[in-house]
């Protein structure tokens, strides 16, 4: 039977306090984001910080302990997206603020992403065989 300070038995009866040591030691921390924030909703903001087809905003998750850059955005057919604000070339961030435009383009290398997350085009790559592969937009 799991006895980590996870583990939550179904008998009230055998209720305990949370030792110290959960609150307070690095490795629970750890172990918190992958077994109980990793695996649960979340909240990350509302439906009105992308308003309007081509509005974004950025959002970081539990910020500053889960610290997962996202982004909010709604297509130009009007579908909300919650995206990750990395772009998948070297890890720059998307967006540094709200804003409105059809497209995101990366300020490091020039990629550039539709608002609902398609990998559209990356600069000297056209002619490219096979790019961009599925694994990589
Ligand atoms: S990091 Fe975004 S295009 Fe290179």
Redesign the pocket.
């Known amino acids: 039977m799991d006895r980590s300070p996870f583990y939550i038995d179904p008998d009230i009866r055998r209720a305990k306090t949370i030792a110290t040591s959960f609150y307070t030691g690095a490795d629970y921390l750890e172990q918190s984001k992958e077994r109980i924030f990793a695996p649960s909703w979340q909240y990350i903001g509302h439906t009105g910080m992308a308003p309007e087809p081509g509005s974004y905003h950025p959002v970081t998750l539990l910020s500053p302990y889960i610290g997962e850059p996202l982004l909010l955005s709604r297509d130009k057919a009007g579908v909300l997206h919650c995206l990750s604000n990395v772009?998948t070339?070297?890890?720059?961030l998307l967006a540094w603020a709200p804003g409105k435009s059809s497209q995101l383009r990366?300020t490091?290398?020039?990629?550039i992403f539709q608002l609902d997350g398609t990998f559209t085009f990356m600069p000297e790559f056209e002619g490219v065989e096979d790019f961009p592969r599925n694994a990589i937009t």
């Open positions: 772009c070339h070297r890890g720059n990366c490091y290398h020039g990629r």
